[in-house]
């Protein structure tokens, strides 16, 4: 069974940076997209960022210049370091491997002001 597993969660305040990480199980990273998501209190889940099999990366506006994503394929683990951070970065922050429509339980970030 494949599963996801996220890290690094934490209360910071404005200005600071996180590095999460989303751990899977069995050697499933190779060849898939990995993809961050996060979500706010009473929000909708979001798009937050994307890696590719050939390390290709996609941002959404809001955290482009702030976020990077990244993985390491022998450690099947991906990562999502976020400086500059800010209030509205609040959240619960989930990664996916969307083609397998696997999902993580999610860390909490929470960014005070």
């Known amino acids: 069974q494949v599963r996801l597993v996220e890290s690094g969660g934490d209360l910071v305040q404005a200005g600071g940076s996180l590095r999460l990480s989303c751990a899977a199980s069995g050697n499933i990273f190779r060849g898939a997209a990995i993809a961050w998501y996060r979500q706010a209190p009473g929000q909708q889940r979001e798009f937050v960022a994307r890696?590719?099999?050939?390390?290709?990366?996609d941002y959404t506006a809001s955290v482009k210049g702030r976020f990077t994503v990244s993985r390491e394929d022998a450690k099947d683990t991906a990562y999502l370091q976020m400086n500059s951070l800010k209030p509205e970065d609040t959240g619960i922050y989930y990664c996916?491997?969307?083609?397998?429509?696997?999902w993580g339980q999610g860390t909490q970030v929470t960014v005070s002001s």
């Open positions: 890696v590719s099999a050939g390390d290709s990366t």
């Open positions: 996916s491997l969307e083609a397998l429509g696997v």
